[in-house]
């Protein structure tokens, strides 16, 4: 028997055995099922207490990921905007890719959730031996996907990245080919600019020397008159060049008329070479009515011949527009014997041609007299003197044909020189012209033909 005290009102009874054992058996089975229920629902607690937890952890990475890419995204368009287009589409479609696989984690934690519901449900029929093995594959399939979830993270990430890398690579080409092609365009701009600035400097330079060529071919300095210039080039050149010349005024009036200058020039003997009767005519030495040099060679031809003088050359600078006068030595043989007209820049060559000329000639005097006292026929000495004549005459026609050809070459050098400026000039006009349009140029034209930058501006206008 044993006794068994109420807890309440705390009489004692006695019961058999058996009944002790079914009440005990009773209270066993009751205090089991209070304990089992017990621990079920605080497993089950602990098991939403960790659902909650990684659901919010989740969420948290979830949008801490997003907030990260976020400020990444940010941050790439702050660098590279020049490529802003690009960059979006990469980003666009790394954070489809994110929101696709987030969107497949928010599945499998949706399937867990219903797997662990299930498994809840199967727990509570189930000993808590199962219900922690059921726990802990639980714990470790949240494990896995939270490990899914970090790797699927760091390879989006990486893709950003790359992606991002690979359009600021392009934007850094970009700009390296346009920096390029504008310090090119610099460059040869610079170098044209300073060769055809030169090239008009030579030009100018040279346009200039040759007018100032022209105008010495008919003028004289100014402050001298004729005479006195044409007196003071002979006496530059007496001491070297006309060391026995005789040049002076001709004062002997004694006939009527008189020239201005004789010139007579010597051999070491003191034999007469040649002599030429000089005469000075200026535009301000005449009146106000103009005269031509024709006036002039009549009077002069009659000096020569008072004078003794074998060649007549008037120094003139009448007619100073006759383009006859103004090509050089002009011979006026077929209006008066051995007569010539010249500039006062030819002044000192016809001296000096005309006494060569005479010089050889003297050389046939001479060897003309020698035969005449050895009595030798002179027939064919004179011939050959003639000869000489007409040979001096065809060479003097050449080179005053020669020296109008060289003047002509002058005139066309200069009309060459002026149309060559005036294109270096219009040259300019179209490099400024070229400049203007350079600067014209953009990133978008650049690429006109590029099909792939083109779409991707599209889309950015469009944006």
Known sequence: MNDIRCPNCGTAFKIDETGYADILKQIRDHEFDEQITKRLELAEREKRDALELAKTQAQSQLQAAAAEKDALIQELKAQAQAAEVAKQLALKEALGAVEQERDALKNQLVNAQRDRDAAEKLAEVQRAKELQDANRQKEEEIQALKAQLQAKQVEQQLAVTQAVNLIEKERDQLNSQLSQAQMEKEISQNALKEKYEQQIKDRDDAIERLKDMKARLSTKMLGETLEQHCEVAFNQLRATAFPRAYFEKDNDARTGSKGDFIF????????????????????????????????????????????????????????????????????????????????????????????????????????????????????????????????????????????????????????????????????????????????????????????????????????
């Open 264 to 463: 007579k020039d010597f051999d070491e003997q003191g034999t007469e070479i040649v002599s030429i009767m000089f005469e000075m005519k200026n535009e301000a030495d005449t009146t106000a009515t103009k005269k031509r040099n024709e006036d002039f060679l009549k009077e002069l031809d009659k000096d020569r011949n008072e004078k003794g003088c074998e060649y007549a050359v008037l120094v003139s600078l009448l007619e100073s527009d006759s383009d006859l006068y103004n090509t050089g030595i002009v011979d006026m043989g077929y209006r008066y014997p051995k007569m010539y007209v010249v500039r006062p820049q030819f002044f000192i060559s016809m001296i000096t041609l005309l006494r060569n000329a005479a010089t050889n000639a003297l050389k046939y005097k001479q060897e003309l007299a020698l035969i005449r006292e050895q009595n030798i026929d002179i027939t064919n000495f004179e011939s050959d003197l003639e000869k000489f004549k007409d040979a001096f005459s065809k060479n003097y026609e050449t080179a005053s044909r020669k020296f109008q050809t060289a003047i002509d070459e002058i005139d066309k050098s200069i009309s060459h020189l002026q149309k060559t400026k005036d294109a270096l000039i219009s040259s300019d006009r179209q490099l400024r012209l070229a400049n203007d349009k350079a600067q014209d140029v953009t990133i978008k034209k650049l690429t006109r033909n590029n099909e792939t930058m083109t779409q991707k501006f599209k889309e950015l206008g469009e944006g």
